[in-house]
Structures are given as C-alpha cells and as structure tokens.
C-alpha cells in the first residue's frame, strides 16, 4: 500500500535581481510551493514567475508571509508589533500573493509563516491566534501548516481552521518540540543523505527523535527543506529518492 506524503519548499525568496535558491530545479522536486510574499523576501515579480512555473509544474502553491524585515530575511525577533498588527501583516501578505497567482493562473491553497514570527508564535498563544484568525478571515478554505503539538495547531484547531502538520528535514529539534535556535551549533543539517534516513524514520515510526534522543509521537503531513540552503536541491531529492524507494508517493496535502 502506497502512503501519500507532501514534501514542501520556501521559495521566491530573492528581491529584484538578486536570487536565493534555485527554485526552477526545486520546483521539479518538491509538491508544495512556500511563497515569500514581499515582506522577509520577494516581490511582485518573483512571486509571480514562482507562481506561474509552480503552475505549469503541477505543484500546489502557498503564501510564505514573516516580518517586515528584508535585511534580516524575517529571521530577527520583531516584538513591538500587537496581534492586531500581525493579523492584518499577514492577511496583506496573503492577500498579495493570492492576487499576483491569480495572475498567473494558479490558485494559494495554504498559509505558511516565515522564520522568526512562526517561532515566536509557537511560544505566544495571542500571536498563534492573531494569524489563524488572518488565514480564517482572508479564506477560510485555506490550510495552515505549522508544526505539530504546539500553539499555532491548537489555535488553529480551537476557531477552526485545517493545519498540516510540518517536519522540518533539515533542522534540529529541541525537546519541547521546537526548533533549535540557528545561533547553536548543528540546529542547521546540511547532510543530504543523513536527512533523508531521518526523514524516512520519521515517517515510519510517527515520532520526531529530538537534538538529546527524546521521541516525540506525532502525525506528519508535509517535509519542509529551507530552499536558501546551499544543499537544498541536492536534500530535497534525496529524501524524495528516499521516500518512493520505501513506499511514499510524494502529492500535495491539499489534493488528498
């Protein structure tokens, strides 16, 4: 029996010319799309050409919105903005990319949050509110994909918004189920063929094995590669590899 797992990637992360990431080779990869959506990275071009060649592809498409922070790349700790703030930041966001993939012919089916307001979202119930009530006001078909057991699940879960529940193959967990923090040594792994070994166990086994050796049980439905990593590409094929070597189809989570 075959088990449908979606594999994710943050992409459209340059500015004008400069570029992250190669997101035409991850686009031939991956099934889901993260958007940036002009505020930690992107613009209306790049959102667009991701878009369109998200479309032509066959990969599903979803808004990537963080802080207003294009110097820190949405990865600093923005605190003196309220939850009402963040609310409207991210239905801005999400309503410009759903605005620039119209244009192109392709439709946002989810909501992804970027680095440092997804982390700290996690650890403030007010904020975790704050963006799944956005999501929920600016359509409430869409999915929120967050991390599994933690704050923005529940908020989510309690005013009734659809989650997909992340792993991230290419970062270290603490063991309260968060991410480890960049600033420590081996919270960013960059070994292709060991990410996909422990992607693959994670799957099998339904618990996250943490940075100390603590298991974590939990339902996965979408692995997440950071697209700005150098070996991106490389991780993202080899999981992909991985998976469908050992039973996995890889889909979109919104098409199951």
């Known amino acids: 029996m075959t088990t449908t797992i979606d594999l994710n990637c943050d992409m459209g992360e340059g500015f004008g010319p400069w570029p992250m990431g190669d997101d035409e080779a991850m686009l031939d990869i991956v099934s889901s799309a993260n958007v940036a959506c002009g505020f930690h990275a992107g613009d209306p071009s790049i959102m667009f050409r991701t878009a369109a060649m998200a479309k032509q592809k066959g990969v599903a498409l979803g808004a990537h919105p963080g802080f207003n922070d294009l110097a820190g790349f949405g990865r600093r700790m923005i605190t003196g903005d309220s ?5 409207r930041m991210l239905a801005y966001q999400i309503g410009a990319l759903q605005g620039v993939a119209a244009l192109a012919g392709h439709r946002v089916t989810y909501v992804k949050v ?3 307001l997804n982390n700290m979202a996690n650890e403030n119930d007010d904020l975790a509110l704050a963006i799944a009530r956005a999501i929920k006001g600016v359509d409430a078909a869409l999915v929120n994909v967050c991390m599994p057991g933690l704050l923005m699940e529940t908020a989510s879960d309690r005013i009734g918004v ?3 529940r992340e792993f991230f193959a290419d970062r270290a967990y603490e063991d309260d189920g968060t991410l480890m923090s960049r600033k420590k040594q081996g919270a960013v792994l960059h070994d292709a063929t060991a990410a996909a070994e422990r992607v693959l166990r994670t799957l099998q086994n339904g618990e996250i094995v943490t940075q100390s050796g603590r298991r ?9 590669v950071h697209g700005d990593e150098a070996s ?3 991780m993202a094929r080899a999981i992909r590899a991985k998976l469908e070597a050992n039973g996995f189809a890889i889909a979109p989570f919104a098409a199951r």
């Not at 939850?83 to 609310?87: M, N, V």
């Not at 974590?216 to 997440?224: A, Q, R, S, V």
């Open 83 to 87: 939850p009402a703030e963040i609310e």
């Open 114 to 116: 970027h680095g440092a």
């Open 162 to 164: 659809q989650v997909a």
């Open 216 to 224: 974590i049980p939990l339902k996965i439905d979408t692995i997440c």
């Open 232 to 234: 991106a590409v490389e």
